[in-house]
């Protein structure tokens, strides 16, 4: 009888695919933080006075505050002086207007990552808005979309454009006071996506972002801002991949959405960033602020992830449903393999009457993966007639992963309903074989197995993106089939 | 007529987690026979249908199976299923999530691929589905449920047919099929059974009551005791063995080993 190749270690063994590093001059700024390094930033953007005393402000905020401890995950201290807080590609630096302006050494980068930009752009009618380390180097779609009165951009341009809106939004759902790396995000983000929608505007496409990291020792420090006007409509989808990278990099987004009286926002997430090696080396901290804010009467905020990547991830998409009958979806996939660790999960906070929220959250443990899923339903006093549903799922692969689940609900008004479902399931040798059996491989039976376990959050996700999805959680599924 | 031979297993000796089970197993299966091996419980037949069909943690510790001239044992268990071997399994597993149709058109299209035939598209798929669906006599909901799930007993028994009916296998090896139905059903399961069978390939049959031999009628019987094959007759046999049990055989055999 041959070999089998037990699953388990197929899992285990499978290489990160995305591992390379593109050969582009970044022009960065020495390593360490202080207050010289946020003005530093801050002039290299050209920004105005108010946005830099916004980000002193934070800086020395973030100065009084400690790190958290509280996530179920492990890592060794984080040296904050050891990171660069700026660097960008050097060839870019007055900005390309159009592709073909772009260094052809990034495009490749996206075509390797299976992101033809202009085909994909054009054919699947996306707007795509790539961030490359710190800068966006390509926007397109922007005339058909400005049409409308969208402004879709990178927040340096809208800081530059629009400063207006800029400064009305920016910090009002997650304050710089918010958390130590809320914090720290608002002194020193370097880029980020920018799209307001106004009144009674549906975005005619999906709007879309790649985010890669490729200098070595950068935090990445995105911001994204999403306001949605009075009956305005938004799908947004954001991606990324990273290069294999001996160093652990810290990235610490934070990402804001805002939805005023009918307002839908639908923010889509397929994360895919180095996960370390099999021992666990290298590999992205995840440290992601999600917020949005549902503040108008029937407003809708919806987040989905797909987390495959990440060394450790700790984020915690959530819904501040404000407004009367306003409704928050929250539906994850994450994956943890190798030595992976995820603390993820959702805040459901309910204030207005008749609020609605739905949580799908399928963790998925392989190799000595480490998945906890953490969660919060509040229901304030004011929230009458306020409704959620929980489901927590968690599948084990082999036998040295982990799942974990913590549900906290408060309920401050007896009106409320509250469910909560949660199980835990493992893919058994025996469903293996009788896939095998029937003709297929073992690999082929374990994605499967799971893609048919993720199915109800892969339907959230737009048609091409669920393709992706789907097809990046195979490549991480993947080994070496005997 | 020349005997075209399937299957040939010469002293196959095999066990799991160190224990030895089938202790030196000759049979031969030609092509367009029915084979029924029968057994008291722990004799080794479903260990049998285990290490035929590459199920992992059976060792085999010696002796060969050649599956059309090729070594059997040598092959992953989703080749052989590929080359044409399909187990119906005893106990069906559920694989909850992925969806029956979605499961079903992977497989036939695996073993399409593997023949060097054109993978089917969905409508090709469907209308396959359909016209063998009516023999099992299926329910077309079952097909949009995921892989076993929810299934009846008799539910998992006929769609383990029905699978054989859509891989068109040319060994197949029905493990305890008879096992939970009612005689409703195991006619069905039987009729469906009997309708696959064609010149070209053959089937072999575990069971442990004679039951289902009245509607799954074999060429040959054998009797499986403590990992071999002690006595091989007619179909006349399992009704011998239905009349006295396996002790006259048991106690012969005790005789000979003493003698």
């Known amino acids: 009888m041959s070999t089998v190749v037990d699953p388990i270690e197929e899992f285990v063994n499978s290489d990160y695919k995305y591992g390379f590093i593109t050969d582009v001059e970044s022009e960065s700024l020495p390593p360490g933080l202080n ?8 002039a290299k953007k050209n920004e105005p006075e108010w946005l830099l005393e916004w980000r002193l402000k934070a800086f020395r905020h973030w100065q009084t505050m400690a790190e958290p401890k509280w996530p179920n995950v492990h890592y060794p201290t984080i040296d904050f002086q050891k990171i660069v807080y700026y660097s960008a590609p050097k060839s870019n630096k007055d900005g390309p207007k159009s592709l073909d302006e772009v260094d052809p050494e990034l495009l490749k980068t996206y075509a390797k990552l299976g992101i033809p930009l202009h ?28 049409e409308k009165g969208i402004i879709f951009c990178s927040f340096s341009e809208a800081v530059r454009e629009h400063p207006e809106l800029v400064k009305k939004y920016l910090g009002t759902v997650v304050p710089y006071t918010d958390n130590y790396y809320a914090a720290l995000n608002s002194a020193v983000f370097s880029d980020g996506s920018f799209c307001f929608i106004p009144k009674g505007v549906r975005c005619p496409m999906e709007l879309s972002t790649y985010f890669r990291i490729n200098a070595k020792n950068t935090g990445q420090f ?39 009286d ?15 090696d099999k021992e666990g080396r290298g590999g992205i901290y995840n440290f992601v602020t999600k917020r949005g804010l549902a503040k108008g009467r029937n407003s809708k905020i919806s987040w989905t992830q797909v987390e495959t990547g990440s060394a450790i991830t700790w984020k915690y998409p959530s819904c501040v449903l404000q407004g009367d009958n306003s409704v928050g979806e929250f539906y994850s996939v994450a994956l943890t393999n190798n030595l992976q660790q995820a603390d993820t999960g959702t805040k459901m906070i309910h204030i207005g009457k008749n609020t609605r929220s739905t949580i799908v959250s399928k963790g998925i443990s392989a190799g000595r993966g480490q998945n906890s899923y953490r969660g919060l339903v509040k229901v304030m006093k004011s929230a009458t007639h306020a409704r959620n549903f929980s489901q927590c799922d968690s599948l084990l692969i082999g036998d040295q992963c982990g799942a974990h689940t913590f549900p906290y609900l408060e309920v401050k008004n007896t009106t409320a309903r509250v469910e909560h479902e949660a199980t835990t399931s493992k893919i058994g040798e025996d469903q293996i074989f009788y896939c095998q059996q029937r003709g297929l491989s073992r690999q082929d039976a374990v994605n499967m197995i799971v893609n048919g376990y993720c199915k109800e959050v892969f339907r959230q996700l737009p048609m091409e993106f669920a ?3 789907q097809k990046l959680l195979g490549v991480n599924l993947e080994g070496s089939v005997g | 007529m020349n005997k075209n031979p399937i299957l040939e297993i010469r002293n196959l000796q095999a066990g799991v987690e160190g224990r030895k089970i089938l202790k030196g197993l000759d049979l031969t299966i030609n092509a367009g026979e ?7 419980n722990g004799s080794g037949k479903s260990t049998l249908a285990a290490v035929l069909s590459g199920k992992p943690g059976y060792e085999v510790l010696g002796g060969t199976a050649t599956y059309f001239g090729k070594d059997l ?57 359909k016209e063998r669906m009516k023999v099992l006599h299926l329910d077309e909901s079952l097909l949009s449920r995921p892989v076993n799930e929810g299934f009846s007993g008799g539910e998992k028994k006929r769609n383990e047919i029905f699978q054989m009916a859509l891989l068109e296998p040319k060994l197949a090896i029905l493990d305890e099929t008879d096992s ?14 009997n309708k696959l069978k064609h010149s070209d390939n053959a089937q072999l049959v575990i069971t442990h009551y004679q039951r289902l031999l009245d509607y799954i009628v074999p060429d040959f019987v054998h009797v499986l005791l403590d990992g071999r094959i002690v006595k091989s007759g007619g179909k006349e046999l399992a009704l011998e063995l239905e009349k006295d049990g396996y002790d006259p055989i048991i106690e012969q055999e005790s005789n000979l080993v003493t003698a």
């Not at chain 1, 006007?229 to 001996?246: F, I, K, N, Q």
């Not at chain 2, 029915?34 to 008291?40: L, T």
């Open chain 1, 35 to 42: 207050e010289s390094v946020v003005r530093a930033i801050s």
């Open chain 1, 119 to 146: 085909e994909r752009a054009r054919l699947a009618g996306v707007a795509v808005d790539a961030v490359f380390d710190s800068v966006s180097v390509a926007t397109t779609f922007k005339g058909k979309l400005a």
């Open chain 1, 222 to 260: 995105e911001r994204t801002l999403i306001v949605a006007e009075a009956g305005a409509y938004v799908s947004y989808l954001e991606g990324c991949t990273a290069p294999m990278r001996d160093e652990n990099q810290l990235h610490a987004a934070v990402v804001e959405l805002l939805a005023m």
């Open chain 1, 262 to 276: 009918d307002a839908e926002i639908k923010y889509s997430t397929v994360q895919n960033w180095y996960p370390g």
């Open chain 1, 467 to 469: 393709v992706e999805a």
């Open chain 2, 34 to 40: 029915v084979h029924a091996i029968m057994g008291p």
């Open chain 2, 73 to 129: 044992l040598d092959m992953d268990p989703e080749e052989r299923a590929r080359e044409g071997v399909f187990l119906a399994f005893q106990y069906p597993v559920e694989i909850p999530g992925v969806n029956s149709t979605y499961f079903l058109k992977a497989a036939v299209n695996e073993v399409r691929k593997h023949r060097g035939e054109e993978e089917l598209d969905a409508i090709d798929f469907l209308k396959l589905v």
């Open chain 2, 180 to 193: 939970g139905l009612d005689i409703d059903a195991l006619r069905i399961v039987a009729n469906g059974v």
